[in-house]
Structure formats: C-alpha cells, structure tokens
C-alpha cells in the first residue's frame, strides 16, 4: 500500500500513532484503534499537564507579584516595626498602612489566581475537545449565545461579580477586615468574586453576596479610634475630671504594652452631653487597625480604678416607684380610719428609666 492509502487511512484521526501502526502491520482497523486507545488519551493528557505547568507558573509569578507589592515603602507616620530576636525588621500589629497594604495585596492574588485557573482550564477543555476530532468553531458560536442568555437571565448574578470586581479593584476591604456589611458584621475571612464570607463574634459564619451590598462600614482601614463617654454627677469639679481623663489616657499612651497600637497622644474632647443622670465627658483614642475594643476596655478599667480612688462619683440612672393601695382595698391606717395611704416616692437600683 502506498503513502497515500496510508494518509487516507489516519487522515479522520489526525494521529501520529496511527500513521505508526499502520506502517508497521498494514491493518487499517488495528491503525484507527491505536490512535484512539493511545494518541487521543496521550494528546489530551499532554494538553492537562500543559495547563497544570502553566497554572503553577503564573501562579508562581502572581505569588511574586503580590509579595513585592506587599513590601513597598510607607510614610514613617503610619508603619513601624521592631528588630526581631535575629536582628531582622519584622512587622508589629501598630503598623496599620502594612498589614493593610498585605491584605490588599494578598486579596488581589487571590482574585488573580482565579481568574488564571478559570482561563486555562477553558483552554484546556476547548483543544482537548478539538483534539477528538470535533470543529470547536460552533461550540464557541454557541457559549457567545449561550454567554448572552445567561447575562439577561442571570442579572443577578452578573451584578454579583461586577460588585465584586469593582470591590477588589477599589479597595474597600479585604482578608482580616472588620466590616459591617448592613445585612451581617464581623470579620473576612474570604472574599471572591460573587460572595463575602465573614465570621461575627459568636464565631457565625455568614455569606453575603457582593451585590447585594449597598454599602460597607471598614472598621480596620488604616487606622481606627476608641471613643469612650464618660458619665460622672453633677456635684463634681468637670475640670478636676477632665485633667484626671487626661492622666489616665497619657499614662496608657505611655505604657510599653501599648505603645504599638496607640498611634497619637489620646484627647479629652470635654463635655460631650448633659443627662438626666450625669454629665458626659468624651475622651478619645487612636488606635491601630482592630485594636480599639482593647485599647476602650482598658481604658474603662483605669477610668473605673481611678475614680474610686480619687472619690469620683460615676451615677447610675435610678427608678422612683410609687407603692399605692388598689381601688376598693382601703388599707387600715395607724389612726385607724381606714384611708387609702400613698408611699412617699422610693429610689431603687439602676434602670433605663423613670
């Protein structure tokens, strides 16, 4: 048989394998089966492990990326770090732009990493269903059609992956953040492109869709601030108060616990509201990223401490309740007459209210 019957024979497979059996035993049923048992299988398994080396490659490269884009150069203001035990920098939790800056960057790879997976492996898909002999030309025509249905009927679903989009590229949260997403508040712990996992502080995990957000509140951008109302009576000397808040704050600015995680020297803002229990004295603190709810109860603790030492009275609202006999049960009265009697007003406990 000639060098054409040859082409003739494998030309449906388009196979190496094929043109070398058919060379070698002169059967066009043994030639065809070769291609199919062993050239297809081999081809498609050479396409896979393309793409796996290609996925880690660019991997790899965005892992790179996103490491540098990590480490760049920050205003002095807002990053600080300590020598570790083998003389290297290291970051510390009061660089709040850093660990900022990681998180971006770590949210960005991860995004990117997605988006390379689900390219190669369309490829992939694509040549490989090229590979066994179909015309791919169609089936592209048709994820176009298919691609346009879905966008019309899947509005809701575009509209998660546009917010998601946007979300990344704008930056306004990522891995670690504290954020209040209207729908559900605490912490992320994974962001993609149509949904939001947080984890709140009953340790609930909620999933929320990245279109479905109206708006965010970043409780960990930067840097954040603890603002405490103090309550205190009346009776007492507001400039004899305000210079003790002031004390208390200096003194927890400079202690070395938290030296890295207090930014600024804390301010007492004054007289914030008068109540019907108390006066309201505002003092405020700058803190690092997540660092707030800390920096306040340890605050409050010294506040407390202080003030029952220098005799500082701090009010609880108080309930006046009024004892009186129900109508048609006259109580007997000391003089006997039988009147109904009412009890001067009581103070009990703390309540919300009168």
Known sequence: MS????????????????????????NDTLAVAAAWVIGKPIAIL????????????????????TSRASEGVMPNALTRSKLGRAGERVLVSGSPATARRVQRAKTMGSLLKSVVTGVIFTM????????????????????????VALGFGAQSLVKDFLS???????????????????YASG????????????????????????????????????WARSVLDIRVGYSEDLYRVQNLLKEIA???WEDDDFKKVII????????????????????????????QWEVAREMRERIKARFDHEGIEIPLPQRVVWHREQPGRAAASPNG?????????????ASEGR
Request: with cysteine; charged share 20%.
């Open 124 to 147: 992939i898909l694509i040549m490989s269903i090229a590979e066994l002999g179909y015309d791919v030309a169609p089936l592209i025509a048709s994820a176009g059609v298919i691609g």
């Open 3 to 26: 060098l054409f019957d040859n082409a003739t024979v494998c030309s449906g497979v388009q196979s190496n394998s094929c043109d070398l059996v058919y060379n070698v035993t002169r």
């Open 187 to 222: 912490t992320v712990e994974a962001v993609s492109l149509r949904v939001t996992r947080l984890r709140d502080v009953d340790g609930t995990v909620w999933y929320v869709r990245n279109g479905e957000i109206l708006r965010i509140g970043n409780m960990s951008q930067n």
């Open 46 to 65: 050479g396409l896979v492990l393309l793409g796996v080396i290609a996925r880690w490659l660019l991997h790899r490269l965005i892992d790179r990326v």
């Open 264 to 291: 600024e020297e804390p301010e007492v803002w004054g007289v914030q509201s008068l109540d019907p229990e108390g006066v309201v004295v505002r003092v405020t603190l700058k803190t690092a990223p997540l660092e």
């Open 164 to 182: 998601g989009i946007f979300m990344i590229f704008e930056d306004q949260y990522g891995v670690g953040d504290v954020i209040d997403a209207e």
């Open 250 to 252: 200096h003194d927890l």
């Open 337 to 349: 007459t039988g009147a109904d009697t009412t009890k001067a007003p009581d103070t009990a406990g």
